[in-house]
């Protein structure tokens, strides 16, 4: 008697679950390098057209507050871990190739919970969170698959990575010593790209933005849709590529399209730019084609700012243009970049989020999305916070506050709080504090056009998914979202390198930190530096052991780099 009406149940509930397990969301992260405020056009400036991105910002959410770590190494710890780097070790300086430093295995990352909840994950393009014992490497960390470099970087057509072993010497400003890095003694070579565990030498000649998008969309278009897809796609661009020939871009798109531009490293910058915009296109018209896009979380971001006058091979002439800084410092240039996010779950038509975030937040968020509970998360005691609700809703933000930068061994920090930010300390001798990159005026760009980003690849797929704006209430966006210097009625610089004492901004009226009100408001100074003494508490200093270059070296491996230490 009772046999019929329990089989019911229990057939609902497998019903119930099949369909709850068909409809976690396609993931597709797209993190890239390096990239600045002031390179992607819908932030205002019309030098590079980047349709495709632009597309899905209009079409998307806008992450205007959305903050990350001034390095790769600390950026990619934030996002695998939900935790702050300096609460695991990982802040600081990147992970060199003969260094015996990797993310702690103790600490279960995203793709191995996304595995959990039934996720395919793959891995394309950049790890760079540590590869000198096996166990660290992608696939024992939770990805069925990787096609990519364990470095920070590779050169963009034989895919070699060059370690230079760094040494230290003193430098000198006014009267003031300081250490600096230097770059001109042993460097190691050899290959650094792997399918899963093995070296990939036939892709030699191949642009390396375009052998990771055709990755990614082979992926896409081979991918069983019954399974939910966390597909990683970090890009090598825009970095720069090895020592002598950082910039690299298709000779044939740097002449026909950016003749325009002055700075001639400025137009190979712009053709890398250009093809990581058409990455993005292609990626998007896959996962339409596969039918996958209605159910999909689209991310861009890119990990840190643009490296537009550090004084190494790694200099790019990216842009964060007008934010203050470059990659490295704690100033808005390092640690505010181009952010979006793009699905067709988003319950509102607003196109920009003033919400704080960080880079850590996205772990329980996607996670959250991905069906976890809210137990389940608090459970995991990440130090990001789930703003997946506050995103799908557009309501407030569930955060107000964050450890900007703590580095101890480089002595520098920033915190920021409601609209209030704190800076303490210098990188290099304050040289890098500054303002720089094109600001894209000297030139005669290309007139926006709104019409190719409705016609972009993206653009195509989008519609009609997700709506645009039309091309008033478009361009109105552009214009929100491009960070103009307010003028400051004598404003009081911030010199952290002359006055050795920390700087407060209100980054809501001064987003371009022009002028310290450390003087003036006292009570919030205080209060600021408490925040950053809370932050200070638990971090776990950095271990920064030193390089092996004797046992890391290539050559003892068919020169590619490979797990070193068994
Ligand atoms: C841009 O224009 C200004 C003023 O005309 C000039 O001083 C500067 O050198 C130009 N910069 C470049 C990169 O051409
Ligand atoms: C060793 O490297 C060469 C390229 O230098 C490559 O052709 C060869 O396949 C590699 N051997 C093995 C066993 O991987």
């Not at 060199?96 to 702690?104: C, H, I």
């Not at 950016?258 to 712009?270: C, E």
């Not at 557009?394 to 703590?406: D, F, G, I, Q, Y």
Request: net charge neutral; charged share 20%.
């Amino acid at each position: 008697m009772n046999c019929c009406p329990v089989t019911l149940v229990l057939l609902l509930l497998v019903i119930g679950n099949v369909i709850a397990a068909e409809k976690k969301p396609h993931i597709i992260y797209i993190l890239c390098d390096d990239v600045g405020w002031n390179d992607v056009s819908y932030h205002g400036n019309d030098q590079i057209p980047t349709p495709n991105i632009d597309a899905l910002a209009y079409s998307g959410v806008i992450l205007h507050k959305h903050y990350v770590q001034p390095i790769c190494t600390p950026s990619r710890a934030a996002l695998m871990t939900g935790k702050y780097p300096s609460n695991i070790g990982i802040q600081g300086v990147p992970i060199g190739g003969a260094q015996p430093k990797a993310l702690p295995l103790d600490i279960k990352i995203l793709p191995q919970y996304l595995k959990e909840l039934g996720y395919r994950t793959s891995l394309v393009g950049k790890w760079h969170l540590g590869f000198y014992k096996k166990e660290y490497t992608p696939l024992e960390r939770g990805f069925d698959s990787f096609f990519g470099y364990y470095n920070g970087l590779i050169d963009y057509y034989n895919h070699i990575y060059d370690d230079p072993i760094p040494t230290f010497t003193e430098t000198c400003r006014g009267t003031k010593r300081g250490i600096n890095w230097n770059f001109n003694g042993e460097h190691l070579y050899g290959l650094d790209l792997h399918r899963n565990e093995t070296p990939v030498w036939d892709m030699a000649g191949k642009y390396a933005t375009d052998m990771f998008t055709d990755e990614a969309v082979n992926q896409i278009e081979n991918h069983d849709t019954n399974t939910p897809l966390f597909l990683y796609l970090a890009h090598l661009a825009c970095h720069a590529g090895n020592w002598g020939q950082n910039l690299q871009a298709p000779n044939e798109l740097v002449n026909s399209k950016f003749n325009y531009i002055i700075d001639p490293n400025r137009r190979v910058y712009a053709a890398m730019m250009s093809k990581l915009d058409e990455s993005v296109g292609r990626v998007v018209a896959a996962l339409k084609k596969k039918d996958m896009l209605q159910n999909s979380i689209i991310v861009f971001l890119s990990d840190n700012g643009a490296p537009t006058i550090l004084s190494s091979q790694w200099q790019t002439p990216g842009s964060n243009y007008p934010l203050r800084g470059v990659k490295v410092t704690q100033w808005e240039g390092a640690v505010r970049t181009p952010a979006i996010l793009w699905s067709p779950l988003l319950k509102h038509n607003s196109h920009i989020s003033h919400q704080l975030m960080h880079i850590t937040d996205w772990f329980p968020t996607l996670l959250s999305a991905a069906g976890l509970d809210s137990k389940q998360l608090s459970a995991m005691k990440v130090d990001g916070v789930d703003q997946w609700k506050s995103l799908i809703y557009n309501t407030a933000s569930v955060r107000n506050k964050m450890p900007v930068e703590l580095d101890e061994l480089r002595n520098i920090y920033a915190v920021r709080r409601g609209n209030w930010k704190l800076v303490q300390g210098n990188s290099l001798l304050g040289f890098y504090d500054g303002y720089s990159g094109d600001n894209g005026e000297n030139t005669t760009s290309p007139v926006y056009n709104v019409k190719g980003i409705m016609e972009s690849d993206a653009g195509r797929a989008i519609n009609p998914l997700r709506a645009m704006p039309n091309e008033k209430a478009l361009l109105s966006v552009r214009q929100q979202v491009t960070i103009k210097c307010p003028p400051q009625n004598n404003p009081t610089p911030c010199d952290t390198f002359t006055n050795d004492r920390p700087c407060i901004f209100n980054i809501a009226e001064d987003p371009c930190e022009r002028n310290d009100l450390s003087l003036q408001r006292p009570d919030i100074l205080n209060r600021m530096k408490e925040l950053l003494e809370e932050y200070r508490e638990s971090l776990v200093p950095d271990s920064y052991p030193p390089y092996i270059p004797a046992q890391a070296n290539p050559r003892k491996f068919n020169n590619t780099w490979e797990p070193w230490m068994a």
